[in-house]
């Protein structure tokens, strides 16, 4: 594709996602864009792209996930690069098979013969009482499934940077972004990042905080204040779930020697528990603490504004579980 | 029995509820541009003549599953409002203790099995609800609502078939309100109408004006009797009108905005039949109004009133 | 083209494309009972009509999409018995390197883009390929072969509505064959025939034999030519049978086991057919069966004597 | 319900789970069973069943998992117990939305108004050669999902006992059996197992090995191999996954010490990382090693029989993976 020219200015993350779009669908005919009320752009990703690009290239679908996400594979499959937005992430649920046993099967069970690129854009998180149906963080259920990438930016960088790698990879790519980072600012700088990239800021010496999208927001904040008491954090922004960057995950480690790992998702089988057991696994000689974990319990996201408080962790807990780590 | 009889019988019931929904919704909207109402709120202001057409025919112990706009079902199937208010604005009090909200207001033992999230997600528990209720004996029903858009969810033809070959007592409402979020649904649905796709499964379907309470009793009343005399499911397809946008405070992102068309009022539409059939319909319309605004602005109260739930109880009910 | 004449000119194909799939599967059957075919294989012995007659209309460049129950399509999309049989046993020249076995031949280079061991799993797939061909101007066509167990998925029916919107070139085939698994598909299927279910999507929607050749192939014919020239999706139900059980072995469990009827071969038909139309079809059957079962035999010997694949190819091909 | 009688005799897997059920529905009238050729008993839990109770309990369904699970959770809401046998578990991500945004949400969502005894059982495993879509064990999956019990019974005895134990609770419930034990023999004995045991066999000293299912016996086979060499390992036959037996896993490891986690899942975000994370988190200080962990690669299952085998861990693997743990 022609070279890229990042948006100079400040941007918002749900518009640095659309940026990015609409970047590859001008570098690119084959990029073709669907999904329910994707031409309002309800969600942000798609917002104002069927302005430039007309209902020809940006579709809006009958609430038929299993049959769009499915139509995605094939087209994909045949020869276009289809970016499906499924709204709240956990509507794909209802298209699971379509993701999990078709995008992320077919090349395989055909002995490479044929590729899926193919990008699925959904919200994932929190945004303030939407309930067990519209709140969660599946990203685990997408690494388990197999055969997909997964990336998840917390910032508009991330968010520019890693749609554009998600949209030009020939593999089948879950983009998710957070609903209440939508209108989180920054800037995009010309450094891109990339599938398997991983963002480290602030670099610290005793402890490490891994986290993803709204999470590592809260972990930049932890850190800050911990600073304060003389504690240096650092944080890995695991933005890239698959592949994840084992690489950086573990020079950290050997660096602090130990390590939180927070995330918004369900505890049970989730990133937390994959980056905790990989760093017992692979960095067992360096630690100098036993590995914690922050995650959702597993109980859905209720409604109340103060229960949804209660089960998603906060910058205190991050901040309290870091000073342990390093205290005991 | 005739249109003059049935509205003698039962328009004040039916006046009654249509306007506690209207102004039950009416201030969720205030609540919501003030901000005190936090989430997601779809209303179904328009929409009061197909929940309570239907749901006037349902019986106790009949269940209903329903959707995220659902407030107007709840309410047609008997649940308070203080309650209801109290679950939207997640305080203790609520019908699930806060921790369901707008989208998710359900009352178990009122037969409000509940509302969901997912479009589609509730239609085929229904047909299970259903099959319980004919293998146990109960002799009640089970009425599946959803809308046109979820009309276009492969969920939905399977339950129509499955129901169909299990001959469960199930009515399959759809209330097309003509919008899929923000798509004119007509433009996300090829073939014909709605109904003629449960057609195809041998039920018994039909289209009826939704804003017509009596047409739509009348039609709900056919088929549940059938159903309750091991009939078999039906479907009625009530064509109504959604007065508000797909849910409160889209006017932020969704330019460029229009306000929906707004078709005669399914309220004043009743109001003025009772009149043609002879009742001081104006007289009960206002006496109607004075009590539901007043019935609405103390349950709002009430639930105002409300503590949040105990944080312990977000950790709760996961598992029986 | 009159009967006579399309039979001169393309029976003889016809008749040796289905005595190579019968022939091909008789192989199989023999291998999974004597153990060297590991793993489900579910064979479609006395479907070959359909296969044929369907792909009989394609070109270089169209895509099938394809099910568990696929060896026919395969065949008839002309793949090579060889390289088929090593994929079905393992083998590392297997058209999918012996990563996918029976229930997943396919070529892509080939057109035959994927058979899916999701029932319905491969539907929208070919909805997908078809909208890819459309807007890149490729002039070709996708067909989704299914059956009529799967036409009680929701996806089909989502993929219907899709199509019909879309108005890409698709063509819809049910492989009928009376059967889900061990169930009679009527049991659980509700309503008129399965074509119906498509009509009301406003697809052009028939059904034929399936098991006459020239039938198949003139709906196909017809579809497609339409489908090419932007007319749009198609639904082609395809009334055939199942000779075999559901997969090779089953009488292990599968009690009481009952041999399905054998309605007149479609072999046999087809020869018939080309005798009634002045040719030497019992000369040419007993060529052509010689040929193929020569062809399958030199096809199963190289294949077995290929070399399974490296252990290293497991881990390769997840990702581009 | 009714006391119980064991079976006494030596009971093959399947059949054991379909006299768990038969044993159910004789004490229950309100336990029905449904799903794909229930009747026939295609994948075996279900065979037999239709003789005894007709076709008005056991219930041949179309191909619609979605609305056949979708039924089974309301008829669960409704009074009944149903017993929904899904084929292969893998067939389970076509109604996935059924099982985790519905019967996995819908009790907490409503405050506990309702309950949803439902149970779904499922194959889950490789036979052998039925490639990617009929071979995976997806239980990281409906654990990740949340709201589910879910078990992996690996010999008769708990096939018998956890599919009454799942038929008789309240909570739906996923019961996971390996095609490739379905015919496994040995004997049930009236001690019962129940939702959250564990069963530990043989006992050991040097280190813990953690798995279920197929990977239970191959772990049995390593740890006799290894008495031979002097090394005593403890074999954790984790057959409850929800409840997770974490009290079992810890007492274990704080005794030995050392520990292999074996998963025939994929790799990220698994069983054996849920596992593994804990032990990192809660048994920090009684490992002497780090924790190894054997699972399917991020790959699907590859039809040829060499293939399958190369990425499945075998009883080699484990017993060398023991060794490493003890001998280092
Ligand atoms: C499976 C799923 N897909 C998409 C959505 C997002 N969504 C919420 S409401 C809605 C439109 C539903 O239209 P309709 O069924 O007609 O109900 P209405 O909003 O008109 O009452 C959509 C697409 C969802 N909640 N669930
Ligand atoms: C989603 C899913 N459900 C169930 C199965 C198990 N299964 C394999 S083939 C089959 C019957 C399919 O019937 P039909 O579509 O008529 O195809 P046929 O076998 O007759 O060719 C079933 C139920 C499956 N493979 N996928
Ligand atoms: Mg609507
Ligand atoms: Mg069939």
């Known amino acids: 594709m022609s070279a890229v020219e990042a948006p100079s200015q400040a941007k918002r993350l749900a518009p640095a996602l659309a940026d990015a779009i609409s970047q590859c669908m001008r570098d690119d005919p084959r990029v073709i864009v669907w999904g329910e009320d994707v031409r309002i752009g309800v969600m942000g990703p798609t917002r104002g792209l069927a302005d430039e690009f007309g209902p020809e290239r940006v579709v809006d679908c009958p609430i038929s996930e299993a049959a769009f996400v499915g139509a995605a594979v094939g087209a994909a499959v045949g020869g276009l690069r289809p970016v499906v937005d499924i709204m709240f992430s956990s509507f794909a649920y209802v298209a699971f098979d379509q993701l999990a046993n078709q995008a992320g099967r077919l090349r395989y069970m055909t002995g490479g013969q044929l590729a899926v690129p193919l990008v699925v854009v959904g919200s994932a998180g929190a945004a303030g009482s939407n309930a067990a149906q519209h709140s969660e963080v599946p990203s685990a259920l997408f690494l388990q499934a197999g055969g997909l990438r997964v990336v998840f930016p917390s910032t508009p960088h991330q968010a520019f940077w890693l749609m554009r790698a998600a949209v030009e990879s020939d593999d089948p790519v879950v983009v998710l972004h957070h609903p209440a980072l939508a209108a989180a600012r920054g800037s995009v700088t010309p450094e891109p990042l990339g599938l398997g990239d991983a963002q480290v800021d602030p670099v610290g010496t005793d402890v490490s905080v891994f986290a993803t999208g709204m999470m590592a927001h809260r972990a930049r904040a932890a850190a800050r204040s911990l600073e304060a008491e003389g504690i240096s954090v650092e944080v890995v922004d695991v933005c890239s779930l698959s592949p994840m960057p084992w690489d950086v995950i573990l020079a950290s480690v050997e660096k602090t020697g130990r390590a939180v790992v927070v995330d918004e998702g369900r505890l049970t089988c989730s990133v937390a528990s994959e980056i905790a057991a990989g760093l017992a696994e692979r960095a067992f000689g360096a630690l100098r603490t036993g590995i914690r974990r922050l995650a959702v319990p597993d109980v859905p996201i209720p409604f109340a504004p103060n229960l949804e408080q209660a089960v998603i962790p906060g910058e205190d807990d991050i901040a309290t579980a870091a000073r342990e780590a390093v205290r005991g | ?320």
């Open chain 2, 1 to 320: 029995m005739s249109r003059e009889s049935v509205l003698r019988e039962r328009g004040a019931d039916w006046l009654r509820t249509m306007v506690r929904i209207r102004r039950f919704e009416e201030k969720l909207a205030e609540l919501h541009r003030s901000g005190e109402l936090v989430g997601v709120v779809h209303l179904s202001i328009g929409q009061e003549a197909t929940a309570v057409g239907i749901c006037s025919s349902l019986r106790p112990g009949d269940q209903i599953t329903s959707t995220h706009r659902g407030h107007h079902h709840m309410l047609a199937r008997g649940l308070e409002p203080r309650r209801m208010y109290a679950e939207i604005l997640g305080r203790a009090g609520g019908y699930c203790g806060g921790k369901g909200g707008s989208m998710h207001v359900s009352s178990f033992s009122e037969g409000a099995v509940g509302a969901n999230g997912i479009v589609g997600g509730g239609i085929a528990h229904a047909v299970g609800l259903a099959l319980a209720a004919q293998k146990l004996g109960k002799g009640s029903v089970a009425v599946a609502f959803f809308g046109d858009g979820a009309a276009n969810q492969g969920v939905l033809f399977e339950s129509l078939n499955l129901a169909a070959l299990w001959q469960v007592p199930v009515l399959f409402v759809c209330e097309n309100n003509g919008y899929t979020e923000f798509t004119p649904t007509d433009a996300v649905t090829a073939g014909g109408s709605i109904f003629a796709r449960a057609a195809i499964f041998g039920l018994p379907a039909e289209a009826v004006d939704g804003d017509d309470v009596i047409a739509v009793h009348r039609a709900a009343d056919e088929a549940l009797a059938r159903a309750r005399n091991g009939g078999g499911p039906a479907f009625i397809e009530c064509r109504t009108n959604r007065w508000r946008g797909h849910h409160e405070g889209e006017e932020s992102y969704a330019r460029p905005y229009r306000e929906p068309p707004r078709p005669p009022d399914p309220l004043d539409r009743l109001e003025q039949a009772m009149a043609g059939a002879g009742l001081d319909a104006a007289q009960l319309r206002s006496t109607i109004e004075l009590e539901e605004r007043a019935l609405v602005a103390e349950s709002l109260a009430a639930a105002r009133a409300e503590p949040e739930p105990e944080t312990s109880r977000a950790f709760e009910d996961v598992f029986a």
